[in-house]
T-cell receptor, first 115, second 115 residues
Framework: NAGVTQTPKFQVLKTGQSMTLQCAQD?????MSWYRQDPGMGLRLIHY???????DQGEVPNGYNVSRSTTEDFPLRLLSAAPSQTSVYFC??????????????FGPGTRLTVL | AQTVTQSQPEMSVQEAETVTLSCTYD???????LFWYKQPPSRQMILVIR??????QNATENRFSVNFQKAAKSFSLKISDSQLGDTAMYFC????????????FGTGTRLTVIP
């Protein structure tokens, strides 16, 4: 198993540009989530999905879109990048909604800088 | 709203010794879950341990154990026989029992294990 993969690892955008952060998992997990981590802070939930075709907003959804057309993939789209979206983005997946040790996995993160 | 507070920004421990990381939280919920996450220098988040609020027994996972004091809203992590690989940021997190798997994180404690 490759686990949870994220691409790209690093990205620099200009204000107003759009882009898609990719996340994929090969563990047949139903639950997938996107988090952002700002300097000196813990993670905050952006969007999550409980299965293919089902997504919902988390704590900080503004400026982001998601879709879940397959179980494996959960891309995060930045519609019009702003400097406030400079952060490290993590994708996570798990068997169930309840995170369990050795059953929840995070990707390595994407470091995004918006100029 | 849920808040999670980690009052120790940095801690250090000698290899093979025991260290305790503190966490307090504020919620009006009666049923919820608490977690400790580890973020090593590689940045990839790892779920270390989970505690259900309805369980009086403290959770343990190998060298990691918690001291859960529901009335005091306190949730500390004890790491026994500290190893160099335990060097990481440790985040305490809270999740309501119902609804999305929306984790609320503290700001983290940076733990350094000294050889």
């Amino acid at each position: 198993n490759a686990g949870v993969t994220q691409t790209p690892k690093f990205q620099v955008l200009k204000t107003g540009q759009s882009m898609t952060l990719q996340c994929a998992q090969d563990m047949n997990h139903e639950y997938m989530s996107w988090y952002r981590q700002d300097p000196g802070m813990g993670l905050r939930l952006i969007h999550y999905s409980v299965g293919a075709g089902i997504t919902d907003q988390g704590e900080v959804p503004n400026g982001y879109n998601v879709s879940r057309s397959t179980t494996e993939d959960f891309p995060l789209r930045l519609l019009s990048a702003a400097p406030s979206q400079t952060s490290v983005y993590f994708c996570a997946s798990s068997y169930s909604f309840l995170p369990t040790p050795n059953e929840q996995f995070f990707g390595p993160g994407t470091r995004l800088t918006v100029l | 709203a849920q808040t999670v507070t980690q009052s120790q920004p940095e801690m250090s421990v000698q290899e093979a010794e025991t260290v305790t990381l503190s966490c307090t939280y504020d919620t009006s919920e009666n049923n919820y879950y608490l977690f400790w996450y580890k973020q090593p220098p590689s940045r990839q988040m790892i779920l270390v341990i989970r505690q259900e609020a309805y369980k009086q027994q403290n959770a343990t996972e190998n060298r990691f154990s918690v001291n859960f004091q529901k009335a005091a809203k306190s949730f500390s992590l004890k790491i026994s026989d500290s190893q160099l690989g335990d060097t990481a940021m440790y985040f305490c997190a809270f999740m309501k029992k119902t609804g999305a798997n929306n984790l609320f994180f503290g700001t983290g404690t940076r733990l350094t294990v000294i050889p």
